[in-house]
């Protein structure tokens, strides 16, 4: 019986079209390939894109600056007597040409103003168009996106 | 001579080769693409779906980029054989289009007969495989002209592994023959009409050798041991641009050509499935001839398919394995094959 059975599966060439099954069923499977000009990506929600500041809520302190270990973070406080009543800071500098996303910036601070966004895509021609500003570093409510660089009307992936 | 005369001899010949070889050509590179997209999809990728709708002028961006590479010669190379090589792999592949029978024939009102057909060899069959001979040297051209050991030692394993499928592809072909009763293709689809059964039943046997050496001859997984893209250093590993391109295109020549020819002695060719071609015919010659051609093609993209599906699992034969393949499993089979068709055909089939 078992010798038959051996003789049968070795003239049909079992093992072969048994293969044959098994890869077979992976064409109609979705594929793993990303499409990610077309379509957007999901990214983890811990992903550490470019930084962005509420400007809003921070309070000048300057912990980002010393925390960061590339020095690419300036922050300019506001006179002694502005500061009193408004601790905004004046100017707010971050330099993504050299930052490390190593996210020590936003472990330091304390009101949580610095974090990171999931914007990744920062390939641009001038690099001095990195050195982000007041202007572009913070998440606008009012247009709920980013002030910089958004690629509109590319679909995310499901 | 006369006008009429050239046309005839010349003219429409020339024509009908033009007419041919245009889906031929663009066949072949759509062959390309079409295993590309679907071994991909054996492999959970999506395959090249960048340049137009769903990758489709893909054939054409590679054409265009293997024309515009630079056409490099090795300097100890034999610059004159290591030219003309290519042509030999990429010749005999088109040429074996030229006596297939792709559809039933067209008679115009005044009663002329216009084969589907550019040359309807009485040894159609002989020929190709001659043919297909000849374009062993186009590899041991390449590998010997080289002036690279590794080219030339390619060329060398992939002479034998055709030398030892050739003989079980001709005696597979030989059992079809022997069945028809002839060796042109127009009369061994006339013939499978007749019997009512393709010949891919009464010569099962035949039909799985002519598989195995097919997928052989055209150098293909799980026997691509002349190229072996992933490991081994294949013949062609000098050429570069156009002339690599030549011998691409030549080996999907083959794979088609090869589909082509199993349709035609296993499936049945042009015949449609289910249907009585005879009547049919006398009522709707023009429906039959592309109806025909149609079901053709369908049946050769079943070979193509079935060669993409057994690249997309199979691995690749050790190359002890694969002559042993060729001389001590396949050739007995054709033979006792050949054997028992000639008893089927002597007692069942007469």
Same mark, same amino acid.
């Given at each position: 019986?078992?010798?038959?059975?051996?003789?049968?599966?070795?003239?049909?060439?079992?093992?072969?079209?048994?293969?044959?099954?098994?890869?077979?069923?992976?064409?109609?499977?979705?594929?793993?390939?990303?499409?990610?000009?077309?379509?957007?990506?999901?990214?983890?929600?811990?992903?550490?894109?470019?930084?962005?500041?509420?400007?809003?809520?921070?309070?000048?302190?300057?912990?980002c600056e010393k925390a960061c270990p590339e020095g690419c973070i300036k922050v300019f406080q506001p006179s002694k007597e502005v500061f009193k009543t408004d601790k905004r800071p004046v100017e707010f500098y971050i330099s993504q040409e050299h930052?490390?996303?190593?996210?020590?910036?936003?472990?330091?601070?304390?009101?949580?103003?610095?974090?990171?966004?999931?914007?990744?895509?920062?390939?641009?021609?001038?690099?001095?168009?990195?050195?982000?500003?007041?202007e572009t570093l913070p998440y606008d409510l009012d247009i709920k996106r980013f002030r910089w660089n958004f690629i509109e009307n590319v679909p995310v992936k499901k | 001579?006369?006008?009429?005369?050239?046309?005839?001899?010349?003219?429409?010949?020339?024509?009908?080769?033009?007419?041919?070889?245009?889906?031929?050509?663009?066949?072949?590179?759509?062959?390309?693409?079409?295993?590309?997209?679907?071994?991909?999809?054996?492999?959970?990728?999506?395959?090249?779906?960048?340049?137009?709708?769903?990758?489709?002028?893909?054939?054409?961006?590679?054409?265009?980029?293997?024309?515009?590479?630079?056409?490099?010669?090795?300097?100890?190379?034999?610059?004159?054989?290591?030219k003309i090589a290519p042509i030999f792999a990429f010749f005999p592949a088109f040429v074996g289009f030229a006596i297939v029978s792709w559809a039933l024939p067209w008679v115009t009102p005044s009663g002329k007969v216009h084969p589907f057909v550019v040359a309807d060899v009485d040894l159609g069959i002989l020929f190709v495989l001659a043919l297909s001979s000849l374009s062993i040297f186009g590899i041991i051209l390449a590998g010997w002209s080289s002036g690279s050991k590794y080219p030339l030692f390619g060329s060398l394993r992939s002479a034998s592994q055709m030398l030892a499928y050739e003989v079980p592809m001709t005696l597979s072909v030989v059992a079809v023959v022997l069945l028809a009763g002839s060796f042109r293709l127009s009369d061994i689809v006339a013939a499978q009409e007749k019997l009512g059964w393709y010949y891919l039943f009464p010569g099962i046997l035949a039909f799985g050798v002519y598989l195995v050496s097919a997928v052989a001859e055209s150098n293909r997984v799980p026997f691509d041991l002349p190229e072996g893209e992933s490991e081994i250093i294949g013949f062609h590993t000098e050429y570069s641009g156009m002339r690599f391109a030549w011998y691409f295109v030549?080996?999907?020549?083959?794979?088609?050509?090869?589909?082509?020819? $199993?349709?035609?002695?296993? !499936?049945?060719?042009?015949?449609?499935?289910? +249907?009585?071609? /005879?009547? @049919?015919?006398?009522?709707?010659?023009?429906?039959?001839?592309?109806?025909?051609?149609?079901?053709?093609?369908?049946?050769?993209?079943?070979?193509?398919?079935?060669?993409?599906?057994?690249?997309?699992?199979?691995?690749?034969?050790?190359?002890?394995?694969?002559?042993?393949? $060729?001389?001590?499993?396949? !050739?007995?089979?054709?033979?006792?094959?050949? +054997?028992?068709? /000639?008893? @089927?055909?002597?007692?069942?089939?007469?």
């Open positions: 019986m078992n010798a038959a059975a051996r003789f049968i599966k070795m003239v049909t060439f079992w093992e072969l079209l048994k293969g044959m099954a098994i890869t077979s069923r992976f064409v109609a499977k979705p594929k793993v390939t990303e499409l990610y000009p077309d379509v957007r990506p999901v990214l983890p929600y811990r992903t550490k894109g470019r930084l962005h500041v509420e400007i809003e809520t921070c309070i000048s302190c300057r912990m930052c490390l996303h190593c996210g020590m910036c936003v472990d330091a601070c304390p009101t949580g103003s610095i974090h990171h966004s999931q914007e990744f895509e920062m390939a641009i021609y001038n690099p001095d168009d990195l050195l982000f500003d007041k | 001579m006369d006008f009429a005369t050239i046309m005839q001899y010349a003219g429409w010949p020339l024509i009908k080769i033009v007419i041919l070889l245009i889906p031929v050509f663009t066949v072949v590179a759509y062959m390309v693409w079409f295993e590309r997209r679907l071994l991909a999809f054996f492999q959970s990728r999506l395959g090249p779906n960048r340049v137009g709708p769903l990758g489709l002028i893909q054939p054409i961006a590679d054409g265009l980029k293997l024309f515009l590479k630079e056409d490099l010669v090795p300097m100890n190379s034999r610059p004159f054989l290591f030549g080996e999907y020549a083959n794979v088609t050509l090869i589909s082509v020819l $199993g349709t035609t002695m296993f !499936l049945g060719g042009y015949d449609i499935p289910f +249907v009585n071609d /005879a009547a @049919l015919y006398a009522a709707h010659p023009e429906l039959t001839s592309v109806l025909g051609v149609c079901a053709f093609a369908a049946k050769a993209a079943l070979f193509a398919v079935f060669f993409i599906w057994i690249r997309a699992t199979w691995p690749r034969y050790r190359y002890d394995q694969l002559l042993k393949i $060729g001389w001590i499993v396949l !050739l007995p089979i054709a033979l006792a094959n050949l +054997v028992l068709v /000639a008893l @089927l055909k002597l007692w069942l089939l007469r």
